[in-house]
């Protein structure tokens, strides 16, 4: 309702002229052209377009085309020789023959070519999504104001599941979300549909995201009951002409809860049945049902081991159910136990490697991409590349849990592809070519599944995101999901250009801004690989001298292990030996204490306070320095977003000002608590130069964030 009051607000905005500065409109955003050569260039190359084909995707790229063409150029342009023709191949037969055949030749479903072709523009795939995208994809060349008299673009995506996995509850609270409520109105639906439903399609279908999970991993067997199955169906139908199939997660005790039955045992003939009857009757009602995301036998979520079956057991079951209707299992590695003492780090390993070649053709196993829990920085989880015989789907966090939440602004681009471009053999072979079929070397490529899924950091607050660079992220996660070699910068300079302004010297100072962002705040949080300092529950603050819980790896200490002699965790051999997890090539630099990269060091080594790192400071002064350095650039950040006052809307300006004041304040609150606590055990001082802490470290403690959103 918030969007609905919203969305009618920016509609009479713009129809008076002067734009509502929001953030609504995300990266979707068609002002007309300013600079005044760029536009006459486009006004000569797109004179009029036509369209070839009805079906309800291309309806929606038209849509979408006339609405953005109006924006850009001013006025809709038509009638004049040099047009923009769309369709799929098949549907433009006076152009089709042998350059179209070429050009689409190797595009598949989802793929799309753009190129001139005697004045013309062709927009054209094999099918209507690729159609959709590519229009989204000249949009873009538009709004970031590319050349375009010269087309000749092929794309098409790498990975065929792009999903986002939205956390959020069917009483509208989102799990780690910080963006308000859930965007769904569970109530209101099925009769309700509010528009900002469409806009999520659309600006999903404009960043090639062609799936989205509804509800929580930690599941609520409610929704698929036939009321809620109602409510997913409109949904599903909406998302269907933008190219975006609908999943749920399945609680595994639904068979219990729902369907009254005695146990949920995998391989007792009464569940199966009821799974099956289940999965016909949402395909009955969505028959492009994508299917099922599975948490299972983790954090208190039912699962297969309650029973004393393994995790395949439990995926299989699922998949049995799904595999008439082309459904898929999406079935979590997130998996650790409280009565196994065993370094989590190397519980999801433990468990689901050995079952390796056990799970259904139609099971993925969806992989965090590090081993412990979408930390500030984590090294790629070593189940990537060990899983041979199983399709395994990256799962990234968009939501910003552990860094910041919804106030401090990273670019997540760098961090998600310092995960995907890890070497995991020493051979070059990276995680992100193990998602590929030809990374799956034991699978057959025909019925090889890829995928990537993202926890999305969406809510029903008015600029979707909670804060304006949230955005960012899900554009960056879209954009990365299509083309994992996109590099960070060509992502940030086209999300700027689209949301903020085209202008070299916005687009320069926070490119640099956002690019350096990511280290920033690993450095005044958890720098030289240390990980998992945050409070309890919320994961908002600090709270690194946190060691009472009762699960040992709640507790931060469990992570740190600072002593007397130093502080790390050793897991080298010495230690659990998580690194044993990773190939020989990778274990060789991981444990080694000179060759380990300083980002991982505390991660795999237990160093001592005064041992020499590569800087040649000892390990108590680069600590300090690196969390001095984070806050003090977080300020530079700050300084830079001040600097482009004339250069942004003033609602906008402000909002990101207010929040950057607060990153600024709590960058200093994690390094100053951090070190003083860190100061017990080294008992060194704040080297010389260094502003000392505001507090001392009872204030730290003392501080408590009972309502800190998204719990
Ligand atoms: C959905 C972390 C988060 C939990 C989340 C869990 C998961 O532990 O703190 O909120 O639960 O990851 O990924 O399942």
């Known amino acids: 309702m918030v969007k609905t009051f919203w969305t009618l607000l920016v509609g009479l905005v713009l129809a008076f002229g002067a734009a509502a500065e929001n953030g609504y409109r995300l990266w979707l955003r068609y002002d007309k052209i300013g600079d005044a050569a760029m536009l006459v260039q486009y006004q000569e190359r797109i004179q009029g377009y036509r369209f070839f084909g009805e079906s309800p995707t291309l309806q929606v790229a038209k849509k979408e085309l006339e609405m953005a063409l109006a924006g850009l150029l001013g006025n809709l342009p038509s009638g004049g020789s040099n047009q923009v023709i769309i369709g799929k191949k098949t549907d433009l037969p006076q152009l089709s023959g042998i350059a179209i055949s070429l050009k689409t030749k190797d595009l598949d479903k989802e793929g799309f070519a753009i190129f001139t072709h005697q004045e013309n523009t062709i927009i054209t795939a094999n099918d209507d999504a690729g159609v959709l995208y590519g229009v989204f994809h000249f949009l873009r060349l538009l709004q970031t104001q590319q050349e375009i008299s010269n087309l000749n673009i092929l794309e098409k995506p790498k990975l065929d599941r792009r999903i986002l996995n939205h956390w959020d509850n069917l009483d509208r609270t989102v799990e780690r979300g910080y963006a308000g409520f859930s965007i769904w109105n569970w109530h209101t639906l099925p009769e309700y549909l509010d528009p900002s439903y469409t806009d999520y399609a659309r600006a999903n279908a404009s960043i090639g995201i062609n799936g989205t999970v509804l509800t929580n991993v930690n599941a609520n067997a409610l929704v698929l009951r036939p009321d809620y199955l109602e409510k997913v169906k409109v949904l599903a139908d909406l998302f269907r002409p933008y190219n975006i199939k609908v999943y749920l997660t399945a609680r595994f005790s639904a068979p219990i809860e729902l369907g009254g039955l005695a146990t949920a045992d995998p391989l007792d003939p009464a569940v199966q049945q009821w799974w099956k009857e289940k999965a016909d009757e949402i395909y009955r009602l969505v028959p492009d049902f994508g299917g099922f995301v599975v948490k299972a036998n983790s954090e208190g979520q039912p699962g297969p081991q309650v029973y004393g079956r393994s995790h395949a057991d439990g995926a299989n079951l699922l998949a049995d159910a799904l595999a008439p209707h082309g459904g898929i299992v999406m079935w979590r590695a997130f998996v650790y136990s409280a009565e196994d003492a065993t370094d989590r780090h190397k519980q999801a390993y433990n468990e689901f490697v050995p079952l390796d070649g056990n799970f259904r053709p139609n099971v993925m196993v969806q992989v965090k991409n590090g081993p412990i829990d979408f ?87 008015i600029n979707w995101t909670g804060y304006h660079f949230g955005q960012a992220n899900w554009y960056a996660f879209g954009r990365l999901a299509w083309n994992s070699d996109l590099s960070s910068e060509k992502i940030a300079e086209e999300w700027l250009r689209m949301t903020f302004s085209n202008k070299k010297t916005v687009v320069e100072t926070l490119k640099t801004l956002m690019l350096a962002s990511h280290e920033t705040c690993v450095n005044y949080m958890t720098p030289l690989g240390l990980h998992h300092l945050m409070a309890t529950g919320h994961h908002y603050g600090p709270g690194p001298w946190i060691g009472d819980l009762s699960r040992p790896e709640w507790n931060p200490t469990y992570y740190h292990r600072a002593d007397e002699k130093g502080v790390g965790f050793d897991r080298t051999a010495t230690g659990s030996n998580a690194i044993s997890q990773y190939s020989p090539a990778v274990q060789a630099i991981f444990s080694s204490r000179q060759h380990c990269p300083e980002k991982y060091l505390l991660w795999f080594h237990h160093v001592g306070w005064g041992e020499k790192l590569a800087s040649g400071k000892t390990l108590w002064e680069e600590l300090c320095r690196r969390y001095y350095q984070g806050a003090t650039d977080v300020a530079d950040m700050r300084r830079s977003w001040q600097s482009l006052k004339k250069e942004v809307d003033e609602q906008r300006f402000q909002e990101v000002d207010m929040m950057l004041q607060i990153q600024e304040k709590e960058a200093k609150w994690w390094r100053d608590a951090c070190l003083t606590y860190f100061q017990t055990f080294s008992k060194m001082e704040i080297p010389e130069g260094f502003e000392k802490p505001a507090h001392d470290l009872d204030f730290y403690k003392k501080l408590d964030y009972p309502y800190a959103p998204g719990h």
């Open 375 to 461: 930390q500030p920085r984590e090294p790629a989880h070593p189940i990537f590349g060990a899983m041979p015989k199983t399709p395994l789907m990256m799962e990234f966090q968009i939501t910003q849990e552990y860094l910041g939440q919804g106030t401090h602004l990273v670019y997540l681009a760098p961090m998600w592809k310092e995960v995907l471009d890890f070497d995991i053999d020493g051979k070059g072979s990276t995680v992100a070519s193990s998602l590929l079929p030809t990374g799956q070397a034991s699978i057959p490529q025909t019925s090889s599944l890829t995928g990537i899924a993202g926890v999305a950091n969406i809510g029903n607050d």
